[in-house]
């Protein structure tokens, strides 16, 4: 069954939809799948369009994932350093483990950021 109803930018953003159509997954499994988190789509199985915009194209999401690891690492580390005043080492193990917690999340939404913002896709609405 055809979903018709026209899916907003954020809709699609939000959900790893296609750019292009909105309707399928960019992912082949859900994030959390930890063994194939990072397992995408070299086409949309909705509307064909190619995911692969040229070689070493994702690597420009690695400054997303940065700006991802540095927003989490700094709001759980500030946070649980001014309300539970922790130990240097113990804070240092958490933001390591929060930091490896939340890389399918980092990985996943850095892609589809570069996708929807620098890939020239556009939104067709079929």
Same mark, same amino acid.
């Given at each position: %069954?055809?979903?018709?109803?026209?899916?907003?930018? +954020?809709?699609?953003?939000?959900?790893?939809?296609?750019?292009?159509?909105?309707?399928?997954?960019?992912?082949?499994?859900?994030?959390?799948?930890? /063994?194939? +988190?990072?397992? %995408?789509?070299?086409?949309?199985?909705?509307?064909?369009?190619?995911?692969?915009?040229?070689?070493?194209?994702?690597?420009?999401? /690695?400054?997303?994932?940065?700006?991802?690891?540095?927003?989490?690492?700094?709001?759980?580390?500030?946070?649980?350093?001014?309300? +539970?005043?922790?130990?240097?080492?113990?804070?240092?193990?958490?933001?390591?483990?929060?930091?490896?917690?939340? %890389?399918? +999340?980092?990985?996943?939404?850095?892609?589809?950021? %570069?996708?929807?913002?620098?890939?020239?896709?556009?939104?067709?609405?079929?």
């Amino acid at each position: %069954m055809e979903n018709h109803f026209k899916k907003t930018f +954020f809709q699609g953003l939000v959900g790893q939809k296609c750019p292009h159509c909105r309707n399928a997954n960019l992912f082949e499994y859900s994030g959390f799948n930890l /063994m194939n +988190f990072s397992t %995408m789509h070299k086409s949309c199985t909705h509307c064909g369009q190619d995911f692969v915009i040229e070689p070493g194209f994702y690597t420009g999401a /690695m400054y997303f994932s940065y700006a991802f690891n540095v927003a989490i690492l700094l709001v759980v580390g500030l946070g649980a350093n001014i309300l +539970f005043d922790l130990h240097v080492y113990t804070l240092t193990a958490l933001v390591i483990g929060v930091s490896l917690v939340t %890389m399918p +999340f980092n990985f996943r939404y850095s892609r589809v950021l %570069m996708l929807y913002f620098f890939s020239g896709i556009e939104y067709k609405n079929k």
